[in-house]
């Protein structure tokens, strides 16, 4: 498995890419450092990464009732990275489509 999982393309992730327009949002391996990820996205995208921030999200307790009872629940645990390329970059996710 790569250190680049996935872009995130949420509406709250495209708030903050429309209001700093060089910040993108990544789910990265949960084993990977900053300059793993930087080096990466260099890489994959060609892009100068000008800063990596990094959040561990720790997975959530869930319930759910249903006929046969009580069904409990985990959701999955990550880590995500906030990218801020250098200025005048930019990423476009949809130029292959």
């Known amino acids: ?5 996935k872009p995130i393309l949420t509406e709250k992730q495209t708030a903050i890419s429309e209001k700093f ?14 300059m793993e990820i ?15 921030n990094t959040l561990n999200y720790a997975g959530k307790r869930k319930s759910r ?3 046969a ?4 629940g ?3 645990a990550y880590k ?5 390329l250098k200025d005048g ?3 476009d996710f949809f130029s292959n489509i």
């Open 38 to 52: 930087k080096k990466a996205i260099e890489e994959v995208y060609g892009v100068k990464v000008e800063s990596v």
């Open 1 to 5: 498995m790569g250190i680049l999982i």
């Open 65 to 67: 009732y249903t006929k």
């Open 69 to 72: 009872g009580v069904i409990n």
């Open 89 to 91: 970059e930019s990423i």
């Open 21 to 34: 327009p060089n910040r993108y949002g990544f789910r990265v391996a949960p084993s990977a450092n900053k």
């Open 80 to 84: 995500k990275a906030i990218i801020t």
């Open 74 to 76: 985990k959701t999955s």
